[in-house]
């Protein structure tokens, strides 16, 4: 049974997670995101960087995903498969709703952050910016 559960999640989790590890490098390649531009417009770490470009199937959470489109401005209907393609459905959530809002009106990071905070109390990231007087 053990044996079925890994062999069953490492084949889901790497399907699922394919088609958006190949979506996210197409976005990298295409506005020519190298780790240093992703790191200064995302707020993550280099090791998310490192992850994504090498197409390593990890659980990548809904605000992470979230912060990488908003941050490269990715089109609503795309950033919505890639969102599909990790998992996650834009509901009708306050959060999701930030999200929604922010892609569609290409806020930057930055201001879609501040929105959010403001609304839920919660950033897109683990620790604040270092810009944030809160």
């Known amino acids: 049974m053990d044996e079925f559960n890994r062999y069953y999640g490492e084949k889901n989790s790497n399907s699922r997670y394919s088609e958006l590890l190949i979506g996210l490098n197409k976005i990298f390649y295409e506005k020519n995101i190298n780790q240093a531009i992703f790191c200064a417009k995302t707020f993550l770490s280099k090791h998310v960087y490192q ?10 959470n809904f605000q992470t995903i ?6 490269f401005n990715v089109p609503l209907n795309q950033a919505e498969a890639l ?11 306050l959060s999701h709703c930030i999200v929604r809002f ?7 990071l ?9 609304k839920t109390g919660t950033h897109f990231y683990k620790s604040k910016r270092q810009d944030n007087n809160d």
Not at 83 to 93: I, M, P
Not at 102 to 108: E, G, P, R, V, Y
Not at 110 to 118: C, E, K
């Open 83 to 93: 969102f599909h393609a990790a998992g996650f459905y834009l509901n009708d959530s």
């Open 51 to 60: 992850n994504i470009v090498s197409y390593k199937s990890i659980n990548y």
């Open 110 to 118: 930055y201001d879609a952050d501040d929105l959010l905070y403001t």
């Open 66 to 71: 979230a912060a990488i489109l908003i941050a």
């Open 102 to 108: 922010s892609i569609k009106n290409n806020l930057s």
